[in-house]
């Protein structure tokens, strides 16, 4: 084992505890999320909305700050007026947010969809079995579609997909945790 090894190893077994806690509200963040799904969507708009004022501010504040110094200061300051544009319309209209951002994901998986069954198309005589990426164009045209059609079930199964992977990740950080307990007491073999 290397120094860089050794170093992490030593990391780790000392800050056991943090993996541990870390893992334990990674679970308590998805099981959370499982059990009242709404809260959890307008907790994560709030925060989205937070985020994009926060920076926003601090853009326009740099723009300002640096004016005479750069050139072209007013690109950072329209910037920094479209997050704090942002953020403002999240907190006086949440819903439309949350709206506004499975619609981008909508048309995002529609247009991916729609240009993996292009290649395939394309593709057809330089490779074999392309329909396997027709058919994730498909898949991917077919959620973009849903989520559109019905985008309160697709917020509610993005939620889902999210806390499945809390959970997921969490209990990785609990076992985690438990392994390198003590680990930099025990000889390691060079």
Same mark, same amino acid.
């Given at each position: 084992?290397?120094?860089i ?12 505890? $943090? @993996? ?6 990674a ?18 708009? @709030?925060?989205? /909305? !937070? ?7 601090? *853009? ?18 329209? %910037?920094?007026?479209? /997050?704090? %544009? ?11 947010t949350?709206?506004? $951002? @499975? ?5 995002w *998986?529609? *247009? ?7 290649? *395939? ?22 959620? /973009?579609?849903?989520?559109? !059609? ?8 993005? @939620? ?6 809390? $959970?997921?990740? %969490? ?6 945790s438990?392994r390198?307990? %003590?680990?930099?007491?025990r000889?390691?073999? $060079?």
């Amino acid at each position: 084992m290397g120094l860089i090894e050794k170093q992490l190893v030593t990391i780790l077994s000392r800050n056991w505890w $943090v @993996l541990l806690v870390r893992g334990l509200i990674a679970i308590t963040f998805g099981v959370l999320t499982w059990m009242r799904p709404g809260l959890s969507l307008a907790a994560l708009v @709030l925060v989205f /909305g !937070a985020y994009a004022l926060t920076d926003g501010v601090l *853009a326009v504040w740099a723009a300002f700050a640096g004016r005479r110094e750069h050139e072209h200061w007013a690109v950072l300051l329209i %910037g920094g007026l479209i /997050g704090v %544009g942002v953020g403002l319309l999240t907190f006086l209209s949440p819903g439309i947010t949350a709206l506004a $951002v @499975l619609f981008y994901i909508a048309v995002w *998986a529609i *247009a991916k969809g729609v240009l993996e069954i292009a290649a *395939a198309i394309r593709l057809r005589k330089e490779i074999d079995n392309e329909w396997w990426l027709i058919l994730g164009g498909a898949a991917s045209v077919f959620f /973009g579609i849903l989520l559109m !059609a019905r985008p309160g079930e697709g917020a509610l199964a993005v @939620l889902w997909l999210i806390a499945t992977y809390a $959970v997921f990740f %969490g209990v990785t950080l609990v076992l985690l945790s438990f392994r390198v307990k %003590g680990l930099e007491k025990r000889p390691i073999a $060079v």
